[in-house]
């Protein structure tokens, strides 16, 4: 897609939007006289809550499930496939692992996993934010210092908010634009003006911002790649980095929120260590030999089969399976629809028919998965099986068509074969809708009626296991004579060409949370169909996809936010812009069995802050 067919995406996707929200607003029976002149005065409080009330009250002095007693000391390690050429994960440039941010650099409000989404005041001790989220101030920690004892200001803030605003990933780019103004009237407080307040998720995703020192910090090489370290106020500095293969942080002893509620049980080890691996083979012959610590298995047939080793047969290595409430998302093959022979949504749809779920899951995967039909799947937001209501039929009033009657009735669910691995029916079904879209069969390829070319691509993969997956698709595909190659290449390529949209198709996962929202933008918004960088791999550039965006953050009670999730929902399937594969309802995870688990699990996610490491037992006397 070029530059011109995004812009005039976007103008329809504006003036979509516009359609969208007023039928929306008239279907709630409209803003009363008297909400519309509400005052809007400041709220001033310790938290911020995407929709109702956070759940803990001022002065809480831990996170629930963060075990204030958990050990200290020892180190723990982390295992990742690939390897790294920067630092800074917040940039385009480059390959960096989210260690500096995550341990390094500290935000002003800290996400709870215990809640779909609110976060409370970390380097903020006061946020002020009104009714209408149209203002938002934060009060500094005046305790919070950076590691090289400067204090954290407002200044600083600021300067973190315009080299994001200006230099970060799309993501940033676009959410923190809608900021109209931005302001430190004293060194410690700093103040947004939001614009009209519709984009309700800003607040938060203002105060998640890594913050910089300015002082330490290059605002002219901010963009680039480096094995430089950011300056940050968090409780690791970085103690060592062997580019591409080890990056080692070291727990400050004078952090200076050791005992702030939101810390308090959290980052145990004095020291963390990440080993990169080049392949997923590597990786986990690592593990099993203990060359680290933590790993979360995503391989069914690995966990059924793979861990069946003396180091977990004596203990040494601890399995456990663990469920948490967020939705499940997507796990797909993903069509790069800028490819013409992508364009058409009966190509995608007979593509995804080709696909045999039934065989590929008992054959491959021990008939563990379960079968994905929705980005948000295993949840209220999901519309699989669920009619649509009221509320979404009003956002899509603007749209006519564009969903599809029976995924507007909640009655379409993905194909499903009879497991035979050569199911004919599912095969007819394709061949009608590649007729319906131009294709014939030619000498047993199949090709285009009118310009004659064959229907081939090619499958983009970067381990041995979606390279097994990818493989068995096309021999699935080949039997109609689509000619498909499939083809394993290293993290950096792939990386590289992901970020320029130089791929066919590719198997991608978009994981979700309790509360979807900008990021979401990032990953469907026409915007971003054409930006390098984006997140926006399928190229989808829908006026009524735009349009649900902003009704999902524009929405103010959960009725409202649940209903534009699942008109989302409804929007991508109907678009058929992947073939839909699998989820796994628990996570699986493996540990050594030195490593302490809180005995009270979050309820949406697990992050490795929680993790702490039992002291070494003293060395037996001579």
């Known amino acids: ?62 996170l629930p499930y963060a075990d204030p007693n958990a050990p200290k000391g020892g180190r723990i390690i982390f295992g990742q496939q690939g390897t790294f050429d920067s630092l800074n994960p917040l940039v385009v440039l480059g390959v960096a692992p989210d260690a500096v941010p995550r341990y390094v650099q500290q935000s002003l409000l800290l996400r709870s996993a215990d809640e779909p989404f609110t976060a409370y005041g970390l380097l903020a001790s006061r ?8 203002k938002l101030a ?27 605003k200006t230099k970060g990933k799309p993501f940033h780019r676009s959410s923190l634009a809608r900021v109209t103004k931005a302001e430190a009237p004293s060194p410690r407080r700093v103040e947004f003006e939001l614009g009209d307040g519709s984009n309700r998720e800003l607040p938060l995703v203002i105060g998640a911002m890594p913050i910089f020192a300015q002082h330490a910090t290059n605002a002219e090489t901010f963009g680039e790649t480096s094995f430089k370290a950011a300056l940050g106020s968090g409780p690791y500095v970085v103690s060592e980095v062997a580019p591409g293969a080890t990056l080692t942080l ?19 080890a004095d020291e963390i260590r990440y080993d990169f691996y080049r392949d997923a083979n590597a990786l986990f012959e690592a593990f099993k030999a203990g ?13 059924m089969t793979g861990y069946d080793v003396p180091a977990v047969r004596d203990g040494r290595i601890l399995r456990e399976t663990l469920h948490f409430d967020a939705p499940k998302g997507m796990t797909g093959l993903v069509f790069n629809t800028r490819r013409p022979f992508f364009a058409d949504v009966r190509v995608r ?33 999901s519309a699989l099986g669920v009619p649509a209501g009221a509320r979404e039929k009003a956002l899509l009033a603007a749209f006519p068509g564009a969903v599809r009657p029976d995924i507007l009735a909640g009655t379409w669910t993905p ?11 599912q095969a007819r079904r394709a061949l009608d809708l590649l007729n319906q879209a131009g294709f014939g069969m030619v000498d047993g390829v199949l090709r285009s009626m009118k310009g004659g070319d064959p229907l081939a691509f090619e499958i983009t993969v970067t381990n041995r296991p979606q390279e097994r997956l990818a493989l068995n698709y096309a021999q699935s595909l080949g039997r109609l004579g689509i000619a498909v190659s499939v083809r394993l290449i290293d993290d950096v390529q792939y990386w590289r060409r992901l970020s320029a949209f130089d791929f066919d198709m590719i198997q991608w996962t978009w994981p979700a949370s309790a509360s979807p929202g900008n990021e979401q933008i990032g990953r469907w918004g026409s915007a971003n169909a054409g930006r390098k960088g984006a997140l926006n791999y399928a190229g989808v550039a829908s006026p009524a996809v735009d349009a649900t965006l902003q009704a999902l953050l524009a929405a103010r009670e959960r009725e409202d936010f649940v209903a534009a999730a699942r008109t989302l929902d409804r929007l991508l399937l109907s678009g058929f812009y992947v073939v839909p594969l699998y989820y796994l309802p ?19 996610f697990l992050s490795n802050e929680v993790l702490a490491r039992l002291p070494a037992a003293p060395a037996p006397a001579n």
């Open 586 to 604: 628990d996570t699986w995870l493996a540990h050594g069995r030195d490593i302490v688990l809180p005995a009270r699990k979050p309820t949406y």
């Open 138 to 164: 934060f009060e500094i920690d005046a305790r919070a210092t950076f590691s090289d004892g400067r204090p954290v200001t407002a200044q600083d803030v600021l300067f973190t908010f315009e080299m994001l």
């Open 127 to 134: 946020v002020e934010l009104n009714e209408a989220r149209t």
């Open 1 to 62: 897609m070029d530059v011109l067919q995004v812009a005039r995406a976007v103008s329809r996707a504006a003036a979509g939007t516009i359609f969208a929200m007023l039928a929306f607003i008239l279907a709630m029976g409209g803003l009363s006289h008297a909400e519309s002149t509400k005052p809007t005065l400041p709220v001033v409080d310790h938290a911020i809550a995407m929709h109702g009330e956070p759940a803990l009250p001022r002065g809480f002095t831990h």
């Open 291 to 303: 060359l680290y610590d933590v790993r979360v298995e995503p391989d069914p047939t690995r966990w």
């Open 349 to 381: 749809e007979a593509l995804g028919i080709l696909f045999d779920f039934e065989w590929v899951n008992r054959n491959l995967f021990h008939g563990v998965y379960r079968r994905a039909g929705s980005f948000f799947s295993n949840s209220e937001l």
């Open 250 to 268: 070291k727990r400050r002893k004078d952090f200076w929120a050791e005992d702030h509620p939101l810390t308090r049980g959290l980052f145990n």
């Open 415 to 425: 194909s499903a074969t009879d497991g035979s691995g050569r199911d004919r029916e």
